[in-house]
């Protein structure tokens, strides 16, 4: 029997591991995969002169929920706004480093990013349905993009895309309501429909269960799940609970750097890297 097991000072299993120490800052763990959709080499953002995420190197594959974990400000919403360039919207900031999406460098300068953010759709913390009806939500972006060419088209678009998110039961009736006379929780699944409804591949999301309600998210949750048998997802949440009810990878950042990633059951019971450890056991923030 050894020490641990003796005093019972340590929850640690006997036999483990020994941790990678805090000072460490080098990724550990598995940050490739098989078969990515998504492939980020090297990674860093500054803004002007402030260096906020260094050396992120991560694999996406197709049909995952991935999950970003991390304490408040180590730069999760910034490596996310990068997979679909959203980032260059922000005066003031650059990103430098690699980010391949099915082989090419979405950073290419031929590279459109109004189609890449139609691919790459993205769900944010608060809702935020455009100030037009319901319908509109959805077939707005559809138009542009010139996936409809009429009104029987659309309809059909409309409803999918409702259905999709799980919400036409609800709304099939109000289609012409504002969308911001949804409740919270079904304002962020007609942004999630708003995206679906211009075909991506890939969704990211940020915190997009912060502002609802148990229930709303368990919703959420649900349609999550369904979603990843088409989609790729990345996830940004502050709920570790969620991480692991819905992801399978977890990718854990500190201070600007992606410290570690794994499956996300390794992640939560056997982290390699003891800033994980502290994490996940409550240590930090
Ligand atoms: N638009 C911006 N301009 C300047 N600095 C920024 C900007 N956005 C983020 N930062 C800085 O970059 C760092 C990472 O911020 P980021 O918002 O990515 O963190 P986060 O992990 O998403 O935090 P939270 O959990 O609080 O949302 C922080 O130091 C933050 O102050
Ligand atoms: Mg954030």
Request: glycine content about 8%.
């Given at each position: 029997m050894n020490q641990e097991q003796t005093t019972g000072r340590s929850f640690r299993r006997p036999g483990r591991h020994p941790l990678v120490d805090r000072t460490e800052r080098t990724t550990v763990g598995q940050t490739t995969v098989e078969n990515p959709k998504m492939s980020c080499?090297?990674?860093?953002?500054?803004?002007?002169?402030?260096?906020?995420?260094?050396?992120?190197?991560?694999?996406?594959?197709?049909?995952?929920?991935?999950?970003?974990?991390?304490?408040?400000?180590?730069?999760?919403?910034?490596?996310?706004?990068?997979?679909?360039?959203?980032?260059?919207?922000?005066?003031?900031?650059?990103?430098?480093?690699?980010?391949?999406?099915?082989?090419?460098?979405?950073?290419?300068?031929?590279?459109?990013?109004?189609?890449?953010?139609?691919?790459?759709?993205?769900?944010?913390?608060?809702?935020?349905?455009?100030?037009?009806?319901?319908y509109n939500n959805i077939a707005y972006g559809a138009r542009i993009h010139g996936f409809v060419q009429n009104r029987d088209e659309t309809d059909e678009l409309v409803e999918g895309a409702l259905k999709n998110a799980g919400l036409w039961s609800e709304v099939k009736d109000r289609l012409e309501m504002p969308g911001t006379s949804l409740s919270g929780g079904q304002q962020q699944r007609l942004c999630i429909a708003r995206a679906i409804a211009v075909n991506p591949e890939v969704i990211l999301m940020d915190e997009p269960c912060s502002s609802l309600d148990p229930i709303a998210t368990a919703i959420i949750e649900e349609l999550i799940d369904e979603l990843k048998q088409n989609y790729t997802i990345a996830i940004v949440t502050h709920s570790m609970q969620q991480a692991s009810r819905i992801s399978q990878r977890t990718a854990y950042f500190h201070q600007g750097d992606l410290i570690e990633v794994g499956s996300t059951d390794q992640i939560f019971l056997n982290p390699l890297h003891q800033l994980t450890e502290d994490y996940i056991t409550g240590r930090f923030e």
């Open positions: 080499r090297d990674v860093a953002v500054y803004y002007d002169s402030k260096k906020a995420i260094s050396n992120i190197t991560l694999d996406i594959g197709y049909n995952e929920v991935i999950a970003m974990i991390g304490p408040s400000g180590c730069g999760k919403s910034t490596f996310i706004r990068c997979l679909n360039r959203m980032n260059d919207t922000i005066e003031g900031c650059l990103v430098t480093g690699q980010i391949f999406m099915d082989g090419k460098n979405i950073y290419d300068n031929d590279v459109d990013v109004v189609p890449l953010r139609a691919q790459v759709g993205m769900v944010f913390q608060k809702p935020n349905p455009f100030p037009k009806s319901i």
